[in-house]
T-cell receptor
């Protein structure tokens, strides 16, 4: 089991460029999440998905779009990158929808927008 | 929505001493409280969690306590070792329609000095 994987690991963009971050999980989890981590801010939820074909906004969704065409994949897109989107991005997945459900995190993608 | 406060933001201890990290939450209906450890350059990893129907849980050198009345929970690490050095995050799971989303504290950087 690879768990949760993310590609790429690092990326540098210029302002206005676009890119897609890929998250994949092999645990057959229903729920997937995208977070961003900034110094002193903890982890903030960008978008999440409760199943294939569904997506929903989290705490900080502006400037991002997501898609969940396959159960195992969750894509995060930046259509026109801005310096404020410089951050470390983590994907996570979880099995259950009930009261409990451990979230498993990927290794992260460090994005710099110049 | 849920709000989680975490203190302290940094904590430095001598090897062998105990470390305590405290979190408070705002939503009295929250019922799941995980703690994550994040080592440098890696994604967060669950180390211990507690459900709202339990007051304390222990796993070797780490323990978590929960006070539902006061809406706070704490992580206790005894006999600290240099490999315990990391950023620790507390989190709370919301209730109702958002019962699969975690709200994270801003993290505590723990340094264990040899």
């Amino acid at each position: 089991n690879a768990g949760v994987t993310q590609t790429p690991k690092f990326r540098v963009l210029k302002t206005g460029q676009s890119m897609t971050l890929l998250c994949a999980q092999d645990m057959n989890h229903e729920y997937m999440y995208w977070y961003r981590q900034d110094p002193g801010m903890g982890l903030r939820l960008i978008h999440y998905s409760v199943g294939e074909g569904t997506t929903a906004k989290g705490e900080v969704p502006d400037g991002y779009n997501v898609s969940r065409l396959k159960k195992q994949n969750f894509l995060l897109g930046l259509e026109s990158a801005a310096p404020s989107q410089t951050s470390v991005y983590f994907c996570a997945s979880s099995r259950t929808s009930g009261s409990f459900g451990e979230q498993f995190f990927g290794p992260g993608t460090r994005l710099t927008v110049l | 929505g849920e709000n989680v406060e975490q203190h302290p933001s940094t904590l430095s201890v001598q090897e062998g001493d105990s470390a305590v990290i405290k979190c408070t939450y705002s939503d009295s209906a929250s019922n799941y409280f995980p703690w994550y450890k994040q080592e440098l350059g890696k994604g967060p990893q669950l180390i211990i969690d507690i459900r709202s129907n339990v007051g304390e849980k222990k796993d070797q050198r780490i323990a978590v306590t929960l006070n539902k009345t006061a809406k706070h929970f704490s992580l206790h690490i005894t006999e600290t070792q240099p490999e315990d050095s990391a950023v620790y995050f507390c989190a709370a799971k919301g209730s109702g329609g958002s019962n699969y989303k975690l709200t994270f504290g801003k993290g505590t950087l723990l340094t264990v000095n040899p």
